[in-house]
């Protein structure tokens, strides 16, 4: 299985301003993906990030407010710009192993006064 | 991909089997099913997956009857540690298209 991490692992933020999360995994994989989990509520796929290529975002998740990184197979970055109250969630990056498993990582808390 | 449908929420005995049942009536023939658990405040972990046959790994068992509508997630002793929210998944199995569509899942709370 991969081991992933993530930074930070939770922050406080003020409304509109941008906190730039980081995803490290530990070998190199083609997919990762980043998902959302807002307060008492399951997981939702934000986006696909390949390497090489733009993300490929799921709907209702646009790329001016979460624009995402994927210099090489090991890294990605998910940013949350101008943030708002409602973005506060737990933001958590995946990547799919060889043998169609998914392997998550810890996750990163975010809250937006 | 297919809808899941799981109970809510259930207890259980530490030490003893928890069978956690989950419906999916819809799923088509190129769909795996998978289970995944997630723990408190950490980020959800893969369990196991199968397509038709039943599997087993050092975690869990998986029971899918033969007409693949419904299935068991089975922790043959289950301890307190495995207190999670359960998430059963159908996943279309083409190549290149990982994507897990997470429903509610049931809370699994085990008692001692």
């Known amino acids: 299985s991969a081991v992933i991490s993530q930074k930070p692992s939770r922050d406080i933020c003020q409304r509109g301003t941008s906190l730039t999360i980081q995803c490290q995994v530990d070998s190199q994989v083609t997919m990762m993906f980043w998902y959302r989990q807002q307060p008492g509520q399951s997981l939702t796929l934000i986006a696909t990030a390949n390497q090489g290529s733009e993300a490929t975002y799921e709907s209702g998740f646009v790329i001016d407010k979460f624009p995402i990184s994927r210099p090489n197979l090991t890294f990605s970055t998910l940013t949350v710009s101008n943030m708002s109250p409602e973005d506060s969630s737990i933001y958590l990056c995946?990547?799919?192993?060889?043998?169609?498993?998914?392997?998550f990582g810890p996750g990163t808390r975010l809250t937006v006064t | 991909d297919a809808k899941t449908t799981q109970p809510t929420s259930m207890d259980c005995a530490e030490g003893r089997a928890a069978n956690l049942p989950c419906n999916h009536s819809?799923?088509?023939?190129?769909?795996?099913v998978y289970w995944y658990r997630q723990i408190h405040s950490q980020g959800p972990q893969y369990i196991i997956h199968g397509l038709k046959n039943n599997e087993t790994n050092e975690m869990a068992s998986l029971i899918i009857t033969e007409d693949r509508k419904s299935s068991t997630l089975i922790l043959p002793h289950a301890t307190l540690r495995d207190t999670a929210v359960y998430y059963c998944i159908v996943r279309y199995s083409r190549t290149n298209d990982y994507k897990l569509s997470f429903g509610a899942g049931t809370t699994v709370t085990v008692r001692a």
């Open positions: 995946s990547v799919a192993s060889s043998r169609n498993e998914q392997y």
């Open positions: 819809t799923i088509s023939g190129n769909e795996y």
